[in-house]
């Protein structure tokens, strides 16, 4: 993937520490928080419980200046396409886009969703407007999800990004004509699907305002939109495939959205909300 300049709105909160986080224990609820957990886009205080565990050791520190952490100079030059790309969209609407922090940290960090540990794996908090990850994730996204590749990742931070889009602009919120009648999991279904296709939708732009796409990174992206989906998650469980359970989507519907938006590159079509079939 080729990028540019880097992003100044990286907070970076690693070997800061964040506190402990609780997670439901024992049984059915701990392989459910568990998959819940490998998800993008969890809001923590979904997975939350009582009942407090040690804070979990960081040690790792912040790096001293750009050049010195390439993972984390990744991290902002991905950031700032989205930036530059979202500023364009936002613009030929007549609206202003309002770019988002993004935390990293290790361990565990405090949002205005609550507490929340690695194991949520990167996500969104709609309450301050920020997107958290633990640059571990990607680690996890190579090795155990054998989704490898800088495009993977970046569909990672695309995905989030996606969900900062949808709280601008409103969409599919709870008020919008027909969603009241879904379920909480149905409605988090199309919620996360839009924003499969909002990550599509801005590799599209970018990559026609700046040739960011190289040969590979759109079977890198679809490689990791499979690699969590629903289905496959549980069935790595160990456990049976459950779509009343589903909160993100199956592999087919994810890897779809997301190529919906990369081809269109049109905001209706990625109307998840209106969607007759997923």
Not at 88 to 106: A, D
């Amino acid at each position: 993937m080729r990028l540019g300049r880097q992003s100044d709105n990286i907070e970076d909160r690693r070997g800061m520490g964040g506190g402990g986080i609780a997670l439901a224990g024992g049984g059915i609820g701990t392989v459910v928080v568990l998959v819940l957990a490998l998800l993008f886009g969890v809001d923590p205080s979904v997975i939350l419980q009582t009942g407090q565990q040690p804070p979990i050791p960081t040690n790792e520190a912040p790096s001293a200046s750009p050049g010195t952490d390439p993972a984390r100079d990744f991290v902002s030059m991905v950031l700032a396409d989205t930036e530059d790309t979202w500023d364009q969209i936002f613009r030929s609407m007549n609206r202003e886009y309002r770019r988002p922090k993004l935390v990293l940290f290790t361990g565990a960090v405090q949002s205005a969703c609550g507490m929340a540990g690695s194991a949520v794996g990167p996500f969104y908090c709609p309450g301050d407007q920020k997107l958290y990850l633990d640059l571990s994730f990607f680690r996890d996204l190579q090795q155990r999800f054998k989704a490898p590749g800088d495009f993977a990742q970046a569909y990672v931070i695309g995905h989030e990004i996606g969900h900062h889009v949808q709280t601008i602009l409103g969409l599919g919120t709870r008020r919008t004509p027909g969603v009241e009648r879904l379920s909480q999991n149905a409605f988090s279904v199309r919620k996360e699907l839009q924003a499969d296709c909002l990550a599509g939708l801005w590799a599209h732009h970018s990559n026609q305002a700046r040739q960011t796409l190289e040969a590979g990174d759109v079977e890198e992206g679809l490689a990791a939109a499979a690699a969590i989906g629903d289905d496959r998650l549980q069935r790595q469980s160990g456990g049976r495939i459950v779509p009343e359970t589903f909160t993100h989507g199956s592999s087919e519907q994810r890897v779809r959205w997301f190529k919906r938006g990369l081809q269109t590159g049109q905001l209706r079509d990625c109307d998840t909300y209106a969607a007759a079939q997923l």
